[in-house]
Antibody
Framework: EVQLVESGGGLVQPGGSLRLSCAAS????????MTWVRQAPGKGLEWVSTISGSSTYNAASVKGRFTISRDNSKNTVYLQMNSLRADDTAVYYC???????????????WGQGTLVIVSS | DIQMTQSPSSLSASVGDRVTITCRAS??????LNWYQQKPGKAPKLLIYATSTLQSGVPSRFSGSGSGTDFTLTISSLLPEDFATYYCQQSYSPLYTFGQGTKVEIK
């Protein structure tokens, strides 16, 4: 059974930093791209960052502030968030990607989410 | 970035109704279009990938169609458990983007 368990959320002041972790199990971790998606309170889904092999991709809204990384020996993906702003307040979901024939990508498993609140 | 626009933003429907949600991309995404369902307080769930392929376990009353820039999600006969918010998402570009969501409410 695939499990994605996020941790590290909490209350942080504007300008502060936080590191989210996502522990994965139930699949061959190093064969799958991993993604973070966030959802501000009462709002829609926003893609944040993806790590695929050694390549990383970031939304414009977080570029230069957030860094996604992974430790395949620990089956864990991270999101380092710096220079946090009020509009980063959201539930952050860790998401497993599945790729078919290397081109068809979609998010087949989601964690339960961890809440990040940026406020003074 | 590729912008995804869903319509309508919300709709009211009755159990048994046929419901269609539209998703339009700002440029062609070929067939790399996925649909998710989200219920309040829960993580999203994959319904359809690559425009029309049902994820394992998803009921056949859900279907998807389209190509290029215009896509639809159809629920053939709405059940009580289908009242939720639905999102489209393109995976043509590695800078993924979601539509703003369509909330399906009970009439």
């Amino acid at each position: 059974e695939v499990q994605l368990v996020e941790s590290g959320g909490g209350l942080v002041q504007p300008g502060g930093s936080l590191r989210l972790s996502c522990a994965a199990s139930g699949f061959t971790f190093n064969r799958n791209a991993m993604t973070w998606v966030r959802q501000a309170p009462g709002k829609g889904l926003e893609w944040v960052s993806t790590i695929s092999g050694s390549s990383t991709y970031n939304a414009a809204s977080v570029k230069g502030r957030f860094t996604i990384s992974r430790d395949n020996s620990k089956n864990t993906v991270y999101l380092q968030m710096n220079s946090l702003r009020a509009d980063d307040t959201a539930v952050y979901y860790c998401v497993k990607e599945r790729a078919i024939r290397g081109v068809i990508d979609f998010f087949d498993y989601w964690g339960q989410g961890t809440l990040v609140i940026v406020s003074s | 970035d590729i912008q995804m626009t869903q319509s309508p933003s919300s709709l009211s429907a009755s159990v048994g109704d046929r419901v269609t949600i539209t998703c339009r991309a700002s440029q062609s995404v070929s067939s790399y279009l996925n649909w998710y369902q989200q219920k309040p307080g829960k993580a999203p769930k994959l319904l359809i990938y690559a425009t029309s392929t049902l994820q394992s376990g998803v009921p056949s009353r859900f279907s998807g169609s389209g190509s290029g820039t215009d896509f639809t999600l159809t629920i053939s006969s709405l059940l009580p458990e289908d009242f939720a918010t639905y999102y489209c998402q393109q995976s043509y570009s590695p800078l993924y983007t979601f539509g703003q969501g369509t909330k399906v409410e009970i009439k």
